[in-house]
């Protein structure tokens, strides 16, 4: 259960809002602190100057004025404490039915005293409180839509660089990262789409000058192995020319293979399509390739596809059922969906997991080989516009599911 926002953009919202909570809540108490300072200064220099002028009046009348008592039962004893020996003092009384501001003075042994109500500062006060929180709330809520803009802006350019690293990885040679995200801004998202686009290039000019290499390997061995194969039929009868001629046609299929996925790579093949009835094109081949396999036609449909390509795809997932896994195999057809399956041992967690690579085998389990024939599988079928998938049965045994289109 998650409790917390997990995505750039609201982790981003969430931090600006927690920040902008936090800068008006000091401002808050800043401005009202000080507000406070100057109420309480202000009504204190007010009711001095007030009971300066009652003290001015007593001592030409000896009337106490403006509201003054003499010896007030009233007065605070903190008051009564500051004014002892002639001072002069105020002092702020805050009380349930009201603040009071008091000043008072101490002449000829009496104390002389004023008080005025504070009520209207303390209205002051509540207004500004109200003022504060409703303009605290106002920024909290601004920042909060910043933030959810800009989170959201920098998360649909992430976004947008996931979507087309993604096509990188997949071979799209044509896609780049920065022109999915733009120029503007030029911002650690651009920097890190740059640094995606120059390791991509790089990337594939090293795969690109690799199967060059492979190609022109498979090429020119080529010649050689001809020369070998037509030697071997030279030789005389018996087992060793038996075994020099198994192993000349075992490197001459390799070398044919390593050909085949060559021009696969270079993403230049284009499939011939024809529109043809899959259950019918598949009992054929099977029957030709492993009669022992068992076909099953669940339904019929027609389908445009290239029946040589397609039927490499049936040869290499037959080859392979048959030299890796057990018996029965058993070959379903339903639509334009064809599934291969054996009762062997069944691909392992990494094949399944990154799919076939060429010159490793799916599972040590699953014999030996060169790895070629799924690899191959998968290139044909997605020049045919469909696409291989790879599962193991739960009773046991691997499962090739090949989805071609429909016409």
Do not use: C
Not at 108 to 124: E, F, H, M, N
């Amino acid at each position: 259960m998650r409790l917390f926002p997990t995505t750039l953009r609201w982790r981003l919202s969430a931090v600006i809002a927690v920040v902008s909570a936090l800068v008006a809540i000091a401002l808050s108490v800043l401005v009202r602190t000080e507000f406070i300072s100057m109420q309480v200064d202000d009504a204190r220099r007010l009711q001095d100057e007030r009971i300066q002028l009652v003290l001015r009046d007593y001592a030409r009348t000896g009337q106490a004025v403006l509201g003054s008592t003499l010896d007030s039962a009233d007065v605070p004893a903190e008051l009564l404490q500051a004014v002892r020996g002639g001072q002069r003092a105020t002092f702020l009384e805050r009380t349930p039915t009201g603040s009071v501001i008091w000043a008072a003075a101490e002449i000829d042994g009496k104390v002389l005293s004023l008080r005025s109500s504070y009520q209207d500062r303390d209205t002051a006060l509540a207004e500004l409180d109200e003022v504060l929180l409703i303009s605290s709330a106002a920024v909290v809520g601004l920042g909060t839509l910043l933030g959810v803009v800009l989170g959201a802006r920098l998360s649909r350019r992430l976004r947008l660089a996931a979507v087309a690293a993604r096509h990188v990885a997949d071979g799209d040679q044509d896609v780049r990262v920065h022109d999915a995200i733009g120029d503007r801004p030029r911002d650690e998202t651009s920097d890190l789409a740059r640094a995606v686009d120059a390791m991509a290039d790089a990337l594939q000019e090293r795969l690109v000058a690799e199967r060059r290499v492979t190609a022109d390997i498979a090429h020119e061995l080529r010649t050689p192995v001809t020369g070998l194969v037509t030697a071997a039929e030279l030789l005389p009868p018996g087992r060793p020319a038996e075994m020099v001629r198994d192993r000349v046609r075992v490197l001459r299929g390799l070398v044919e293979d390593i050909l085949e996925v060559a021009r696969l790579d270079t993403a230049t093949e284009r499939a011939e399509l024809t529109e043809l009835v899959l259950g019918e094109f598949v009992r054929r081949r099977v029957s030709a390739i492993l009669p022992e396999a068992e076909v099953r036609v669940d339904g019929q449909e027609p389908v445009r596809t290239d029946p040589r390509r397609l039927e490499r795809v049936l040869v290499n997932l037959l080859l392979n059922a048959r030299k890796h896994g057990r018996p029965p195999v058993v070959v379903e057809v339903d639509g334009a969906v064809l599934r291969v399956r054996d009762h062997g041992p069944g691909f392992s967690a990494e094949l399944l997991r990154d799919g076939p690579s060429r010159f490793r085998t799916g599972s040590s389990d699953r014999g030996g080989g060169h790895g070629l024939g799924l690899t191959i599988a998968v290139a044909q079928a997605r020049v045919l516009g469909g696409e291989l998938r790879f599962a193991n049965a739960d009773d046991g045994g691997a499962i090739v599911t090949l989805e071609l289109p429909k016409s």
